[in-house]
């Protein structure tokens, strides 16, 4: 039995991207796949509520609904932890922008890595193959620094592009991730974008292999207005920065006192916050 792959879409108010991005994820059925989906909106003022209860397409369509409006963190929390209950181990589960910015022809390519073996795969604009469409200068220079910063600090073999949120994940480990970390999967909910970097950090202390394809990101096709705000972003960066390394209990270091003792943190024993 083939496994399922999960598509995840973190959705606000992406009514006029949705009747284009869903269309082109029915194309991967006919492939072979099995493949579900589930959209987290969080909390959409537009037609995007109807666009969704009225699905009338060949795949099965699971919407997770937030009242008000929580912000990514909250959004990727609530889909990760949905998939931890109902993915199979064997599944893979891939995570979109729901901006249609990210193809999802490129999910064959995740899901083939994937099968090699890799728990994670990072679709990369840095790669052989990669690159973006529609980003001017300073945004594409920004988002360049961005990932120096992050390769430098938090260094996760296998990965160029760190702040891509286009990426596949055995279910296995988001489950794993999902029971360790608990409500600390996503720590930093509340600074922007910046949880598309935690996860990736938080599987790499569980051991997680990482590989990436390359792809092109297609900012030109985007419909909705940019949800991020910079200022923010850079700030949970530095944050999860002081987290991971501060000397005296950070992520790392408490990490390296648990695989010492030969046992696994639990929810309770792993840190919340830095203690200063």
């Not at 969704?52 to 909250?74: A, D, K, S």
């Not at 995740?110 to 052989?128: H, M, N, Q, T, W």
């Not at 200022?231 to 408490?254: C, D, E, K, N």
Request: proline content about 5%; glycine content about 8%.
């Amino acid at each position: 039995m083939s496994p399922t792959i999960w598509v995840l879409l973190p959705a606000y108010n992406e009514a006029d991207s949705l009747p284009r991005l869903l269309p082109k994820i029915e194309t991967l059925q006919p492939r072979g796949f099995d493949v579900r989906v589930v959209v987290v909106d969080d909390g959409s003022r537009d037609e995007t509520p109807d666009i969704l209860r009225n699905y009338q397409g060949p795949l099965p369509l699971h919407v997770v609904t937030h009242v008000i409006n929580r912000g990514l963190g909250e959004t990727e929390r609530d889909g990760f932890e949905y998939l931890a209950a109902n993915a199979g181990d064997d599944d893979f589960i891939v995570r979109l922008d729901c901006d249609d910015t990210h193809e999802p022809q490129y999910v064959v390519s995740i899901v083939e890595k994937l099968a090699e073996g890799y728990d994670v795969v990072s679709a990369s604009r840095f790669r052989p193959g990669g690159g973006q469409m529609g980003v001017n200068t300073y945004r594409a220079t920004i988002s360049l620094l961005a990932n120096l910063f992050m390769g430098l600090v938090f260094w996760i073999p296998g990965l160029r592009d760190c702040s891509c949120g286009f990426r596949g994940y055995r279910a296995s480990a988001v489950k794993r991730a999902v029971s360790t970390f608990g409500n600390n999967f996503i720590q930093l909910k509340g600074l922007g974008f910046t949880s598309t970097l935690e996860v990736i950090v938080k599987l790499r202390l569980l051991g997680c292999r990482f590989a990436e394809v390359p792809f092109t990101l297609r900012y030109d096709q985007k419909m909705s207005s940019s949800k991020m705000i910079a200022s923010v972003t850079s700030l949970g960066y530095l944050i999860m920065a002081v987290l991971y390394h501060w000397p005296f209990g950070g992520w790392r270091q408490q990490w390296k006192k648990y695989r010492r003792l030969g046992e696994a943190p639990t929810t309770r024993s792993f840190p919340d916050r830095v203690s200063f």
